[in-house]
C-alpha cells in the first residue's frame, strides 16, 4: 500500500468531525431540520432505537433486508469469523446451544437457552455442563441437528492449521495441554474424539472441564461453538456456503462484493424461541468506499450498515443536518486504539512506547475520530467501561484526558532520552485502507509525533485481509509496523471476554494473532490464570482491575477513545434495538421491515 500524503485530506477530516461534534450538540438539544419525532419521513427519531426498541410494532413478515458494508466479514465460517458484526450476522444461519437474549441494552447481555431445552445443567463443582437438544432443529436439508454435530462444529476449533483467525477460548477451556489434534487429524473412525465432550444419545451433550471456569456457558454463546454436520464441512472452503442450522441460507456469496440469504423452508420457528425471520430476503453489497456507502444510506437505497461502525465523517454531517431522525448514538464496547509490537525496533524498549503516548495529541486523535460524541471519551485504559472491573475515565496513568490531553512534549523527549532515541526515530504506522476514520486517526498521530521528532509513514493495507497482515507477527516484523491501529470490544462482557486474547502470551498465535504487543507478561499471564478459578463477582472484578492496571504500566497501548458510534436505520425498518451482547450494535437477528414490499 501507498502512504498516504495528502495533508489536506486530514485538515477536511477533522473539519468535518468538528461539525459533526456541533451537530451532535444540536441535535441533543432536538434541533435541525428535521423532527425529532421522525414524523416527516417515517423514522423513528433520534436516538429512538438506543437502548430501547423502535417501531416493533410496525414489523411485517416479507421484503428484502438490505445491509451494505464498506468491509467484507474476516470469515463466514462460524469457526473463523471474528468481527463482531460477523458474529450478529451469523445468526441468521446459525445456532448455538444458548445465545444472547433479542432484548435491546444491557439485557441483551445476558444468555437465554437456543438450540437446548435450557442452561446448563452444572455438576461437579463448576467442571461439568449438561445440555438436552430441543425437538424438531433441523439442518437446511431437512435432516435433524445432533449432539454430535454440535461436538463436531466445536472441534473444528482445534484445526488451528486449516482454521485459523477466529476465539480459542474453547480449545484453552477444555483441552488446556492441547492433547487433542482436531477433526481433520481425529484417527478415531467418527472423528469425534475429543474426550472432553460427550454425547451419550442425539439430545444429550455433557461438557467436562478440566478445572472450572465462571466463563464457559458465555463461550458456549459465541458463534464459534456452532455445530457444523461433518459431510458438509469443506474445510477452508467452508466461509464460501456455511450450511444453515437457521431461518436463512446461503443463496450466493461473491467475497467483497455481495452476499444473498434466502429462507430455509426446512427451519421450524416452533423450534426456535429467538429467532422471528421477518424478511424473505436478506442481501448485503460491499463497497470499497465508506463514502460511497454512506451516500447508498442516505439515499434510501439501503437500510443499515452491517459494519455497525458509525458513519463516516462525511456522511455523518449530511445526517445530522438533514436525517437526523434516523440516527442512533449508542455507547460501543470497543475501545480504539494504537498499540506497538515489540517485535519492530524501537518498541521493544517500554520508554519508546511511553513516548508515543505522551507526545500523541489526545484531543485531536479524539477529534479525527468524531468527537466526544461521534467519537467517545478520550481512552484513558484499555478496559471497556461495560466490563466489570473498569474505572472508566477515573484511572489515566498518563493523564491523557487531564493535564496531557493535548500531548505532551517535554516528557516524551524524557522518555526517548531513557530508551535511547534522544533524537526521535522513524516508524511506520498500519492502518486499514478501508475505513477513513482510522485513516484520520493515523494522520493525526502522525502530525502530533513529528513534532517531537518521531517520523511516521503511514501504510494503509486491505481491511479484509486483517488477519493475515497484521494478525501475522512474520509479517508485522517484516513490514516494520511499529504503531498498530485497531479496535476491540468484549467476546462476552468479563475481562477474559475483553482482555484474554490481547493480552495473555498463550494467545500469540503465527496466523489470526490479536496480541499485536506480544506481550509476554508472568503476572498478566498469572493473574488470568487466577480469574479462571475465581466465582464471586466482586473477585472477579478485583483482578480485572489488577490486569488493566498491569497492561497500561507496560505501556503496550495508547488507547484513543471509549467509542461511540452514529449509526443508520432506515425508514423502512421496524423492530430495531441496540444491544451490549454485540457492543452498542443493532441486534440484527430480527430485524423487521414496515411493508413486505
Known amino acids: 500500500m501507498t502512504t498516504q500524503r495528502t495533508s489536506g485530506r486530514r485538515k477536511q477530516a477533522m473539519a468535518a468531525a468538528a461539525v459533526v461534534a456541533a451537530l451532535l450538540t444540536t441535535a441533543a438539544c432536538g434541533g435541525g431540520n428535521d423532527d425529532n419525532d421522525g414524523s416527516k419521513n417515517g423514522a423513528a427519531g433520534f436516538d429512538a432505537a438506543n437502548n430501547k426498541v423502535a417501531q416493533a410494532s410496525l414489523a411485517k413478515k416479507g421484503g428484502t433486508l438490505k445491509f451494505g458494508g464498506a468491509q467484507d466479514a474476516d470469515s463466514w465460517d462460524t469457526t473463523r469469523g471474528y ?27 445476558k444468555l ?40 463436531y462444529g466445536i472441534e473444528r476449533v482445534w484445526a488451528q492449521d486449516v482454521l485459523s483467525g477466529g476465539p480459542t477460548y474453547l480449545k484453552d477451556f477444555l483441552d488446556p495441554d492441547g492433547k487433542y489434534q482436531g477433526p481433520y487429524k481425529d484417527k478415531s473412525a467418527d472423528h469425534l474424539g475429543l474426550k472432553a465432550i460427550d454425547t451419550p444419545d442425539d439430545k444429550t451433550i455433557v ?65 426456535d424461541p429467538i429467532r422471528k425471520a421477518y424478511p424473505d430476503k436478506i ?64 518498541f521493544d524498549n517500554e520508554h519508546c512506547r511511553k513516548a508515543v503516548i505522551y507526545g500523541a495529541d489526545h484531543v485531536s486523535l479524539q477529534t479525527a475520530r468524531g468527537g466526544p460524541i461521534a467519537g467517545g471519551d478520550i481512552g484513558t485504559n ?24 493535548n500531548g505532551n512534549a517535554a516528557k516524551a ?39 517531537i521528532g518521531i517520523n511516521a509513514q503511514i501504510d494503509q493495507y486491505d481491511g479484509s485481509q486483517t488477519t493475515g497482515i497484521i494478525g501475522s507477527p512474520d509479517n508485522v516484523k517484516k513490514k516494520g509496523y511499529g504503531i498498530i491501529i485497531m479496535g476491540w470490544g468484549p467476546d462476552f462482557p468479563t475481562v477474559q471476554g475483553f482482555g484474554l486474547p490481547l493480552w495473555d502470551s498463550k494467545y500469540i498465535l503465527q496466523s489470526g494473532n490479536n496480541n499485536y504487543a506480544l506481550i509476554k507478561d508472568k503476572t498478566i ?39 461511540k458510534f452514529i449509526n443508520w436505520r432506515s425508514n423502512r425498518l421496524a423492530n430495531v434495538y441496540t444491544t451490549d451482547a454485540y457492543s452498542g450494535q443493532y441486534d440484527f437477528v430480527n430485524l423487521g421491515l414496515k411493508s413486505a414490499k
Open 83 to 109: 468481527y463482531g458484526f460477523a458474529w450478529n450476522f451469523m445468526r441468521y444461519y446459525s445456532r448455538q446451544l444458548v445465545t444472547n437474549k433479542t432484548e435491546p441494552g444491557k439485557e441483551g447481555a
Open 112 to 151: 437465554t437457552p437456543d438450540l437446548a431445552t435450557g442452561l446448563a445443567k452444572v455438576t461437579d463443582d463448576g467442571k461439568t455442563y449438561t445440555y438436552t437438544l430441543r425437538e424438531g432443529i433441523t439442518w437446511e436439508d431437512g435432516k435433524p441437528i445432533t449432539s454430535k454435530d454440535v461436538k
Open 207 to 271: 461438557f467436562h472441564l478440566p478445572k472450572a471456569n465462571a466463563d464457559f456457558e458465555e463461550v458456549l454463546a459465541l458463534t464459534s461453538a456452532s455445530p457444523v454436520r461433518q459431510d458438509m464441512d469443506t474445510k477452508s472452503k467452508y466461509a464460501l456456503h456455511p450450511f444453515s442450522s437457521g431461518p436463512y441460507k446461503f443463496q450466493s456469496y461473491n467475497p467483497g462484493k455481495d452476499l444473498t440469504l434466502v429462507r430455509n423452508t426446512n427451519w421450524k420457528q416452533s423450534s
Open 283 to 346: 442481501t448485503v453489497q460491499f463497497f470499497s468506499d465508506a463514502n460511497q456507502l454512506d451516500q447508498r444510506l442516505l439515499n434510501g437505497d439501503l437500510d443499515l450498515d452491517i459494519n455497525q461502525t458509525g458513519m463516516s465523517p462525511q456522511g455523518r454531517t449530511t445526517a445530522l443536518k438533514e436525517h437526523k431522525a434516523n440516527l442512533d448514538n449508542p455507547v460501543s464496547g470497543y475501545i480504539r486504539y494504537a498499540v506497538f509490537p515489540q517485535s519492530v525496533k524501537p
Open 382 to 405: 484499555m478496559l471497556p467501561p461495560s466490563v466489570p472491573g473498569a474505572e472508566g475515565q477515573k484511572y489515566d496513568p498518563y493523564e491523557l484526558a487531564g493535564a496531557n490531553k
Open 413 to 451: 523527549k524524557e522518555e526517548l532520552k531513557a530508551c535511547g532515541q534522544p533524537n526521535g526515530f522513524s516508524t511506520t504506522i498500519a492502518v486499514r485502507n478501508n475505513k477513513p476514520v482510522e485513516v484520520a486517526t493515523a494522520q493525526s498521530l502522525q502530525a502530533s509525533l513529528k513534532k
Open 525 to 563: 499471564d498469572g493473574l488470568f490464570d487466577q480469574y479462571v478459578n475465581t466465582l464471586d463477582d466482586a473477585g472477579k472484578a478485583k483482578i480485572a482491575t489488577e490486569i488493566n492496571h498491569k497492561v497500561m504500566e507496560g505501556g503496550y497501548y495508547l488507547p484513543f477513545v471509549f467509542e
